[in-house]
């Protein structure tokens, strides 16, 4: 669980940084839902990274729609190859998501 823990962590500051990188980047012409999705990544994987360290009962939910979201972003910073930030933010999503999923099936 540390693990996951520790990787939600590191997805959401990827996440929130991809976030404010793409905002000061107009030429990237990113679209202001990729912003939203970056967001809303950020945010989840806070809650869930939350719900493991308290032992909620539920985290197994929130890790479930983790890595579904997780996921989701991943697919979309992929669309930006030539931007190393959004590279690495997909990256960090990736292995969130697997982590998040492997948590949600353990349970």
Do not use: W, Y
């Not at 990787?7 to 912003?35: E, K, N």
């Not at 939350?50 to 539920?58: E, I």
């Not at 190859?81 to 349970?107: I, Q, S, Y």
Request: glycine letters at 2%.
């Amino acid at each position: 669980m540390d693990d996951c823990v520790a990787l939600c962590i590191a997805s959401h500051r990827s996440c929130l940084t991809s976030a404010r990188h793409v905002m000061g980047q107009p030429q990237l012409r990113a679209p202001a839902q990729l912003v939203a999705l970056l967001q809303d990544c950020a945010e989840l994987c806070q809650t869930t990274a939350n719900s493991m360290l308290r032992g909620a009962p539920t985290h197994t939910l929130l890790c479930r729609a983790c890595a579904d979201l997780c996921e989701a972003c991943a697919q979309a910073c992929d669309a930006f190859k030539n931007d190393a930030v959004l590279t690495r933010c997909a990256a960090t999503c990736r292995e969130c998501g697997a982590a998040c999923r492997h948590m949600a099936m353990e349970m």
